[in-house]
């Protein structure tokens, strides 16, 4: 039972005492994160153009609304842009009369006019259509509009904040999008990192998606092994449908690692299988033929710990969860070999 509770993950921030809500709020520790905080809450007191970039599921659309927070009481919309193609499109963005196709009974008021006053959030700006990136930036620069069938024009004022996970430097190049536009909207740029990069914003997020979707589960150390080792191409995004699916599967308190969607529980057997069947480096000792180097267990051992206190950047608790071995043991282990942490 001992050696049962030992494999559970005790890292502070992990275990989950109470439910609470979904938030739109930035989760995580790293100091790359508390860069992206910092900045955001100096954007917000401003007024200036935002380009968010990054992979889909780093949260961009969580920056805006934290930058946008500054001024709570005001609109804040959010443009779709991989919708935005055709009649229909161009009436969620701009509105339209009664009358101006078929189908259009009663006037309707567009995103770009619900967000006067506030902040409109252009999400994947790189998928929006030549001609309506032409409209945009006239919203852009004069700041008025007109909706389909419509014979004057509207005003609208807002913020915009915009956020793709295209290189749109080379779709200007290739002529998909106006370089007009793109310097329009490039006042400031912030570059989100992918999860990938960032690991040790793990624990928060866990604990995070755990307490809204969970009910007090915990997670085995094995498990916890695999989540770190795990590269998230899908970034956040994908962590949160990985706890909902662990949650979901599950029918005990603690998250092991056979409740992993297989797209992770994948990667981790082709990393097994990569080690087994990694050639194995030979000396020549002999004229009679070769032998295999072996380091004895102890040394064996050593470099093991040094490694997950090098992986883990000295956090004696983690590294203890991914060694599978007890805080206590690993304590005394250090001062065996005498490592320096």
Not at 230 to 246: F, K
Not at 274 to 285: F, H, Q
Not at 291 to 302: D, H, N, Q, S, T
Request: hydrophobic content about 40%; charged content about 25%; glycine content about 8%.
């Amino acid at each position: 039972m001992a050696q049962c509770m030992e494999q559970q993950l005790a890292y502070p921030g992990w275990q989950i005492a109470t439910r609470h809500e979904k938030t739109y709020e930035l989760v995580g520790q790293s100091a790359r994160l508390r860069q992206v905080l910092r900045l955001a809450a100096k954007l917000g007191r401003g007024h200036w153009p935002v380009l968010l970039l990054g992979e889909t599921g780093t949260g961009k659309e969580l920056v805006a609304r934290t930058i946008h927070r500054a001024q709570p009481s005001a609109p804040f919309v959010v443009v779709d842009c991989t919708t935005m193609s055709g009649t229909l499109m161009e009436s969620e963005l701009f509105g339209h009369v009664k009358g101006a196709f078929t189908g259009a009974t009663a006037n309707k008021i567009g995103l770009i006019e619900e967000a006067d006053g506030g902040t409109a959030f252009f999400d994947e700006i790189g998928e929006l259509p030549l001609d309506l990136q032409a409209k945009l930036l006239r919203v852009l620069q004069e700041k008025e509009f007109r909706p389909v069938g419509a014979t004057t024009t509207r005003r609208s004022s807002f913020r915009v904040i915009s956020a793709t996970n295209r290189d749109l430097t080379k779709e200007v190049e290739a002529g998909r999008f106006r370089q007009d536009l793109f310097y329009r909207l490039n006042v400031v740029s912030l570059r989100l990192a992918p999860l990938r990069e960032r690991k040790d914003d793990l624990p928060s997020l866990i604990s995070h998606f755990l307490g809204i979707y969970g009910n007090g589960h915990t997670l085995s150390g094995e498990l916890l092994d695999m989540l770190i080792r795990y590269d998230w191409p899908g970034n956040v995004r994908e962590l949160e449908n990985s706890i909902q699916h662990m949650v979901a599967v599950n029918t005990g308190p603690i998250l092991h690692a056979g409740d992993v969607p297989s797209a992770i529980r994948n990667h981790a057997t082709e990393r097994e299988s990569a080690s087994v069947s990694s050639p194995v480096t030979v000396e020549a000792s002999s004229a009679a033929g070769f032998v295999m180097p072996i380091l004895p267990l102890a040394e064996m051992e050593k470099r093991a710990i040094v490694q997950a206190l090098q992986y883990t950047k000295g956090d004696r608790v983690m590294a203890a969860h991914l060694l599978g071995i007890g805080r206590t043991t690993l304590y005394r282990k250090i001062k065996e070999y005498g490592i320096q942490t």
